[in-house]
């Protein structure tokens, strides 16, 4: 027993040696020198190596020949692998050689392609460039020919179109440069030639009135003549006689020959009268006198644009003029009286308020037409102070101030809309504090919440916001601008002011935000963005009213002022907002809903679960997203704006009530005549989807199941039909504790009319026990819904 016992112990301690790792084996070998056994240990262990040996030799005899083998071939394969070597060398020495080539070719095609490329720039740059030269050589052909209206039309189109096509050159900037001199020069040559058309006609009216008199007298002595001479013969003499005087007149002579002065060629407007043939009709005075520099000067003031400059030096000849008038009528006795001085002044005044109405009309620049009030306000004073009564010019720069304030609105729509198209529609980002300060100086941010928080953090809401703030102080500050030197109360600017801040917010501001609304493309966290700007938007107005205040010096609380209308503004922008995502929402609904694709005459599945529609269940997955998103739940990121809590609620419940309600219209779609039960458990099946959103509570603040009212109609429907529960229907129809309260019964009369079969369906039903019954079934159940619509509709 002891040997067997040592024997099985050496093989185990054997085993144990062969199977464990070299590093662990001393305590196995200790084992044996602690054993009384060791020499038989060593036989048994030189056995087992010799075992070992005889195996390794076994499985290197098997193996040789493949090792032989595979010697053999590494051999032959290390001959053809020398030469492989020396082709792919000499390969590679033929490659460097052809490749110098043909990288100093590759060089060449560098340059040519940079060659070819610069010549291209040099083309499109020319195609900018010549124009402008054309049109600037056309400018001087169009000046050295005194042709001046079309050199204005040329410089228009110059600086408007070729110049800013052309790029930065120092030629264009020189020919910019040269715009308003050239201007400048056509004006002045233009009223050049008037005053020279205006002194040749007062130096030679005197001939001009002649010879319209004696044309007329020659007129008279025609209709006395005409029953005495033939008519030819009287119209052939009247026009040579004419022709003659006319060219007395235009030589500057009369009939004696004594007292005119000759007519100098040079004299302007005064045209030459050349001989003219017999049948040629008589001229008439109007016809001696050139008016080519009345219409040129005329067509140039129209292109030029009006200029502070110019009302200047029309009020300075004015004023010049009165100076000059009351200095006389007091410094001299019965030279001048004050009646005709009065006189004088107020018919210059109702001219003066004529021209500045008509030529103030066409402004659309605010800042001339505040500084032409401003000279207007100087005007009016200077003369006030020489005792002339200016009032009526304070009465037009009263109506000014509604036609400034439409200049002021157009401007600052503009400014809107382009804050509305650069706005990213997303929080700012702030990452300091100078950061912060710099957002809360432009808007003033009442959230103690906000400021405790730690940066990095979000302004709730856009750029949009501050940029829109700021800009309605500059639109109060502009009016304001108008306000001063126009001897008004302090209560006077604040009423005008409010009511211009009024217009800018109901009609300008509120038409961009719904331009922004209602934009194609723009999406839901574009919507949400634009209803947390408004609710910011409509808490800060009443800042804008303590700033009014603080500039007008006049509470905001003293009787009979003005609101501002800017919450109801921003009110009525926030609810087309929520309204354009209710209807967005449905609209992407409806994408969804598109792709359902029900088998109506689908058989009931007996047994196994039926899983929702594809459609659906992407759908659902959308909503749940998009109120994750808009409503921060936990565990999501924070990317765009915060759906405030009603607006949320409103939008889900929304969203739930449209997709009962289409469900429902596929069901009673007149186009689907026929319906199976397996059809109604598959539709069944969706709205238990739904209701499982509903359940889940996408959006917080809903009390109890509140969100699955939305599916009530549909669930009574279906619950009805699924659970064939007609005798509950029909017994307690018409009491308020109904199970089926809510399911119509024309409705349900339509569903079951689709769930007959036909008279093809029916061939081989009728040999079918279950399918004859189930008719009679329907049938019954069809004529009950009768009688109970009879019966309670009656």
């Known amino acids: 027993m002891a040997s067997l016992e040592t024997a099985a112990e050496h093989e185990r301690i054997l085993r144990e040696i062969e199977s464990t790792d070299t590093n662990c084996i001393g305590p196995t070998l200790r084992s044996v020198y602690d054993g009384q ?11 087992r190596i010799r075992n070992h040996d005889r195996e390794i030799e076994k499985m290197c005899n098997h193996h040789f020949q493949g090792f032989v083998d595979s010697i053999t071939e590494l051999l032959k394969v290390r001959g053809e692998a020398q030469k492989l070597k020396s082709q792919v060398t000499e390969t590679n020495r033929h490659l460097q050689e052809d490749g110098k080539e043909l990288t100093g070719f590759m060089e060449e095609l560098k340059q040519c392609r940079v060659q070819q490329r610069n010549i291209a720039t040099t083309i499109d740059k020319l195609a900018h460039c010549l124009p402008v030269l054309e049109m600037y050589s056309r400018l001087q052909e169009q000046m050295r020919a005194k042709r001046y209206y079309p050199a204005l039309r040329t410089l228009e189109q110059l600086e408007q179109t070729c110049l800013p096509r052309a790029g930065q050159y120092r030629f264009c900037s020189i020919m910019a440069q040269n715009i308003p001199k050239l201007r400048i020069q056509i004006r002045d040559t233009a009223m050049s030639q008037l005053r020279d058309f ?3 006609i007062r130096k030679h009216s005197d001939k001009i009135g002649e010879a319209a008199m004696k044309q007329a007298q020659l007129q008279r002595s025609l209709d006395s003549a005409v029953s005495l001479q033939p008519r030819a013969l009287i119209g052939r003499r009247s026009r040579k006689e004419a022709m003659m005087m006319m060219m007395m007149v235009a030589a500057g002579t009369d009939r004696d020959g004594q007292d005119g002065s000759p007519v100098s060629e040079q004299d302007s407007g005064i045209l030459d009268v050349e001989d003219e043939e017999e049948d040629d009709e008589t001229p008439g005075a109007q016809d001696l006198v050139d008016f080519s520099p009345v219409y040129r000067c005329l067509h140039i003031y129209t292109v030029l644009h009006e200029t502070l400059e110019g009302y200047r030096r029309y009020f300075n000849q004015i004023v010049g003029f009165f100076v000059v008038e009351d200095h006389v009528l007091h410094t001299t006795q019965g030279l001048v009286n004050r009646a005709y001085v009065e006189e004088l002044w107020e018919l210059a005044l109702s001219k003066i308020v004529a021209a500045l109405r008509t030529h103030t ?46 200049i002021l609105l157009k401007k600052w729509n503009l400014t809107f809309r382009q804050a509305l198209d650069q706005d990213n529609y997303s929080p700012i980002p702030v990452s300091t504090e100078d950061e912060y300060r710099h957002y809360t100086s432009q808007f003033p941010v009442q959230d103690p919440e906000l400021e ?95 700033f009014i205040s603080n500039i007008t010096n006049v509470p905001p609380d003293t009787a009979n002022a ?27 609904i409806d994408q969804f809903l598109q ?32 109120f994750a998103v808009f409503t921060n739940l936990p565990g999501t990121p924070v990317h765009h704006a915060t759906l405030p809590g009603k607006v949320a609620q409103t939008a889900c419940m929304s969203a739930c009530k449209h997709i009962s309600t289409c469900l429902m219209e596929l069901l009673l779609n007149p186009e689907v005549r026929q319906i199976s039960m397996g059809a109604l458990h598959q539709l069944n099946t969706d709205v238990q989807e739904c209701e499982s959103f509903a359940r889940a509570g996408p959006v917080a603040g809903f009390q109890g199941d509140t969100l699955l009212l939305a599916f009530s109609d549909l669930r009574q429907l279906l619950d009805l039909f699924t659970q064939w529960d007609w005798s509950t229907y029909l017994a307690d ?8 309260l809510r399911v119509n019964p024309h409705t349900a009369l339509a569903l079951l009319e689709k769930m007959k079969e036909t008279k093809k369906n029916n061939v081989f039903a009728q040999f079918r026990k279950a399918d004859r019954d189930r008719q009679k079934l329907i049938d019954t159940v069809i004529k009950q819904l009768r009688h109970l619509i009879t019966q309670h509709h009656s």
């Open 37 to 47: 056994e060791h020499g038989l240990f060593m036989e048994k262990l030189d056995v």
């Open 361 to 406: 009309s066409y402004c659309d620049d605010p800042d001339l037409v505040l500084d032409l009030k401003t000279l207007i306000v100087l005007f009016a004073d200077t003369l006030q102070g020489y005792g002339f009564p200016v009032s009526q010019l304070f009465d037009m720069l009263l109506e000014m101030r509604d036609q400034y304030g439409e």
């Open 733 to 740: 129809y018409g009491r308020p504790t109904c199970k089926y």
């Open 452 to 546: 405790k928080l730690p940066f990095p953090k979000k302004l709730p809401f856009s750029e949009f916001v501050p940029k829109v703030y700021c800009q309605l102080k500059e639109f109060i500050y502009a009016c304001l601008k108008y306000s001063e030197d126009l001897h008004l109360s302090s209560t006077e600017i604040d009423d005008m002011i409010r009511k211009s801040t009024n217009l800018l917010l109901t009609r300008t501001l509120s038409h961009s935000l719904q331009y922004a609304i209602k934009k194609k493309n723009v999406g839901l966290a574009e919507l949400v963005q634009v209803i947390i700007n408004t609710t910011h938007l409509e808490q800060s107005c009443h800042f804008l009213e303590g």
């Open 562 to 588: 003005t609101k501002l209308y800017g919450t109801s503004t921003f009110k009525d922008a926030r609810h087309a907002a929520e309204a354009e995502i209710y209807t967005s929402l449905n609209a992407k």
């Open 595 to 626: 792709l359902a694709d029900y088998d109506w005459m689908s058989p009931a599945q007996g047994g196994g679960n039926l899983s929702a529609s594809d459609y659906l269940v992407d759908l659902i997955a959308f909503l749940r997203s998009t």
């Open 198 to 200: 205006l002194e040749s």
